[in-house]
């Protein structure tokens, strides 16, 4: 039934086989039953109930000591923990999967632990090792004969290489990879394969081989019903139409794959594989906006760079604005990294108790571990269900959010504001300028040189008493080059600062950014931005309005002061430290409080601002 295309009717089928198997007490079949069962149930995107019957297979296959089995059950629970975005996790239990020796007709879940781990070795900036467990896996694929795998490994090894740069190796083993997918029968990896392979051949200026391999991949996915196939096809086919300058081709490309991309994140709910999607989903912005961006060049007065904002927030806010909904119920208290810490500790307490119940014990001291394990499986499942809430992207992930033109966002400015957002990423680094006045695009050099300056900066912060003002100065002037220099221009008159940032640019304090003018013997005297305008951080544009619009009650001041959209730094409007004249009002007007009139001003606050003034 799971083969012929009929998953549901496979999980009843085999539902009853674990009900049957437990009435005549064969407690490993029961366990290789789940297994089964939790495999099933992953390919239907359900993470957390494979992960609950992976996890109970674990627990009997370890008392009954089948260390085969146990090893094929967590290469599936590895599977998941990967497909969750929890590459720390996958890696724990992957890397025991593989130390247990292969015994037989356990090779190929052998090799596929393997890839994953690999995968997730990837995924962890683990390179050298994931071209490893690729290579293992592929040697082990064929010395036991089995094509399809060598086929997988060989995908692994030609993505390494190709984000290596190593095109030419990676071209090769795509070929490979794609004349043995072809031969096993498995088109819908072979139409991924395709689409990858498609464009390394557009890396390498193979034009021709490129667009044969993106349209086949592309007619595979959409006859075989296989959508993010189908959008990485149109990705390809999108890229390849904007290097040979076909920029409207490219750009209907681009929008055949956001229908895609809608397609799939409406059908996608909480327990779905969602890692990949997102990855996917923010290249197809970043791609439409580099599109429309080229454009710009070609029909300068045609809106494009209003076209290209919009898609940038579109990509940006598409799940901002889900989180901040009030119907997705109370937010966790816990960080994300807490919780996955918890789950990891609750999950090597599971496994000890698991093997402290192997040695003899009498029949008070096993039922006393009995309920022991039962806790803390209990605890760890509490532990997966509170990351899951954690997960910004895991309340409402299939509705439509709501998205903000240029337009709307220059109606919404103030006098003497700006707002100031970013885009890096690896097809585009841009900086878009909306003012009252309309918007502007500016090219920034590319998001690596910009990650260097900014990494430079933070560095130099660490030291920069010991260093001194001129080399702080130095790099501080360096990356105001980078971001701003190209809007210096727009920023004549202006008193305030929304700032949208995207990448490394997170990390960076923009009040510390120095502008290049003379001057700045000491730390007190350089230029600081701080000193020039009233900077806030926003999540993004559409979020900044959404939560302004939600705070209609308040004054309309406080909300375009962005007293629920972020955080503010240097506030012009308070010139003087403490004991010189500064007022109460100015000072909680500078500190945003979340609700305004709600909340006073933050105490011992003005004291810190007092003495960072004075340094």
């Not at 080399?471 to 210096?488: C, G, Q």
């Not at 009233?534 to 406080?558: D, N």
Request: hydrophobic share 45%.
């Amino acid at each position: 039934l799971d083969l012929l295309g009929r998953p549901r009717e496979s999980l009843a089928a085999q539902r009853e086989s674990i009900a049957l198997q437990g009435e005549l007490g064969r407690v490993e079949s029961v366990a290789l039953a789940r297994t089964n069962l939790g495999s099933a149930l992953y390919r239907l995107g359900a993470l957390d109930a494979a992960a609950e019957e992976f996890a109970t297979a674990e627990q009997v296959l370890r008392r009954l000591g089948k260390t085969g089995q146990l090893a094929l059950v967590l290469s599936n629970l590895g599977a998941v923990w990967l497909a969750r975005g929890e590459p720390e996790l996958a890696v724990e239990v992957l890397e025991e999967a593989v130390r247990y020796p292969v015994s037989t007709g356990t090779s190929d879940y052998r090799i596929r632990a393997l890839l994953t781990l690999g995968n997730a070795y990837q995924d962890l900036g683990r390179r050298a090792e994931a071209v490893a467990c690729a290579r293992e896996a592929e040697g082990l694929a064929r010395e036991t004969d089995f094509p399809h795998l060598v086929g997988l490994a060989l995908e692994d090894r030609a993505e390494y290489a190709a984000e290596a740069g190593d095109l030419t190796a990676a071209a090769v083993r795509f070929a490979e990879s794609v004349e043995i997918l072809r031969r096993a029968g498995d088109p819908e990896r072979l139409a991924a394969v395709l689409a990858r392979s498609a464009d390394t051949a557009r890396r390498r200026r193979e034009l021709e081989r490129a667009a044969a391999e993106a349209s086949e991949a592309r007619r595979l996915a959409t006859a075989g019903g296989f959508p993010l196939r189908e959008l990485d096809a149109s990705v390809a086919l999108a890229r390849l139409a904007r290097d040979q300058g076909e920029l409207p081709r490219a750009r209907e490309e681009v929008r055949q794959a956001l229908e895609v991309v809608e397609r799939v994140r409406a059908g996608l709910g909480a327990g779905s594989d969602r890692r990949s999607f997102l990855a996917r989903m923010r290249e197809v912005y970043e791609l439409e906006v580099a599109i429309e961006l080229e454009l710009d060049r070609k029909e300068p007065a045609a809106g494009h760079p209003a076209a290209a904002f919009a898609a940038a927030e579109r990509g940006r806010a598409r799940w901002l604005l889900d989180l901040l909904d009030p119907a997705a119920g109370p937010r966790p208290s816990s960080s994300a990294a807490e919780l996955v810490d918890s789950s990891a500790r609750l999950r090597g307490a599971q496994g000890r108790l698991l093997a402290r119940r192997q040695a003899p014990a009498g029949d008070g001291e096993q039922k006393r571990l009995e309920q022991e394990l039962d806790a803390a499986a209990r605890d760890l499942a509490a532990a997966r269900a509170a990351l899951d809430r954690a997960r910004p992207n895991a309340s409402g992930f299939g509705r439509a959010a709501t998205t903000i033109t240029a337009e709307t966002v220059a109606r919404a400015l103030a006098p003497g504001e700006v707002l100031l957002e970013y885009v890096l990423g690896e097809e585009v680094a841009v900086l878009f300028v909306v003012r009252r006045e309309g918007i502007t695009a500016h090219r920034l050099a590319p998001a690596p040189e910009i990650e260097r300056a900014v990494d430079a900066l933070l560095a130099e912060m660490e030291r920069a008493s010991a260093l001194g003002a001129a080399a702080f100065r130095e790099r501080a002037v360096a990356v105001h080059r980078l971001l701003l220099a190209a809007a210096a221009g727009e920023l004549v008159g202006v008193t305030r600062l929304l700032v949208v940032p995207d990448g490394p640019l997170h990390r960076l304090p923009f009040a510390l950014l120095v502008d290049g003018g003379e001057g700045g013997a000491t730390f007190g005297e350089l230029a600081y931005l701080a000193k020039r305008f009233e900077l806030v951080r926003l999540p993004s544009a559409a979020v900044w309005r959404a939560l302004a619009e939600r705070s209609a009650a308040s004054s309309l001041s406080a909300a375009r002061a962005g007293s629920v959209a972020g955080s503010a730094f240097g506030d012009p409007r308070i010139a003087q430290v403490e004991g010189r004249g500064s007022s109460t009002a100015a000072t909680r007007r500078a500190l945003l409080d979340f609700e305004p009139g709600a909340l006073g001003a933050l105490p011992g606050s003005r004291a810190e601002a007092a003495e960072v003034a004075r340094w």
